[in-house]
């Protein structure tokens, strides 16, 4: 039997090759946007847990959440610094990193921390306080020599830093053919950048991180496996690790 002309269509459509998308993302712009609505829906001591779930994430899964049917994924570039002083804080943050290397199409790209300087207003004395550095730089440059390589039709960017805009500007001008798209963490956005890219900006809500969870456990080849901390459980409980929440 013949095939019909909306028949033929679709299958031409579908033989055609599909853009290549690499997402970017600020990683701790995508963190401290979970964790403001974790704050927002608990308490400031005590945020809902329920939204710390959301700090587990399949970058890949939410990165192809956002695409549509004509696009591709072909890379995922997790921008990030290692933290330091908090124990916790640190083995949370690598069980999280080696979760993601298990991805071969997940790139890690580090910052770093440096302390930064601050003056008491009381009492004058200095204070210093680890600063995320080189974020920004290291994604500007991995946006623009990825166009200029030709390795992406679209970047989508994760992130709501306005600092940005200046390399988005440049894409622009360098490569007019190359599709931009800001997607806004939750409680992050940048009017300037949502102007620069020219296209309605996605918005990363519950609806796209519920979808995007890893499992509690990730087998690894000839390595131990990873497993999920407790603390991104999702389960009720004070997420506070300096003393239990009251009710």
Same mark, same amino acid.
């Given at each position: 039997m013949s095939l019909s002309f909306r028949e033929k269509l679709s299958s031409a459509i579908a033989e055609l090759p599909k853009y290549r998308v690499i997402t970017y993302i600020d990683g701790f712009n995508l963190y401290f946007g979970i964790r403001q609505e974790a704050k927002k829906r608990g308490k400031m001591d005590c945020p809902d847990p329920s939204w710390y779930r959301y700090m587990w /994430?399949? /970058?890949?899964?939410?990165?192809?959440?956002? /695409?549509?049917n004509r696009q591709e994924l072909v890379a995922v570039k997790y921008f990030t610094a290692s933290i330091t002083g908090s124990k916790p804080k640190q083995e949370r943050q690598n069980a999280f990193l080696d979760a993601l290397r298990v991805n071969p199409k997940i790139e890690i790209i580090f910052g770093?921390?440096?302390p930064n300087r601050n003056e008491c207003d009381h009492c004058g004395h200095p204070a210093?306080?680890?600063q995320e550095k080189k974020t920004d730089v290291n994604i500007a440059t991995a946006m623009i020599?990825?166009? /200029?390589?030709?390795?992406?039709?679209t970047a989508i960017i994760v992130t709501g830093d306005s600092d940005l805009t200046p390399a988005l500007g440049a894409v622009k001008r360098l490569r007019p053919d190359k599709r931009l798209i800001a997607a806004f963490p939750p409680n992050r956005y940048s009017k300037e950048m949502?102007?620069?890219?020219l296209v309605p900006p996605i918005r990363i809500w519950e609806t796209i991180l519920r979808k995007s969870r890893l499992p509690?456990?990730?087998?690894r080849s000839g390595l131990p496996d990873v497993v999920r901390p407790h603390k991104y459980s999702g389960q009720p409980?004070?997420?506070?690790?300096?003393?239990?929440?009251?009710?």
């Open positions: /994430l399949d /970058l890949e899964k939410m990165s192809t959440l956002m /695409l549509t770093r921390f440096e210093y306080h680890p020599c990825d166009a /200029l390589e030709d390795r992406y039709d949502e102007d620069v890219t509690e456990i990730i087998k409980g004070c997420t506070s690790e300096a003393k239990p929440c009251g009710p």
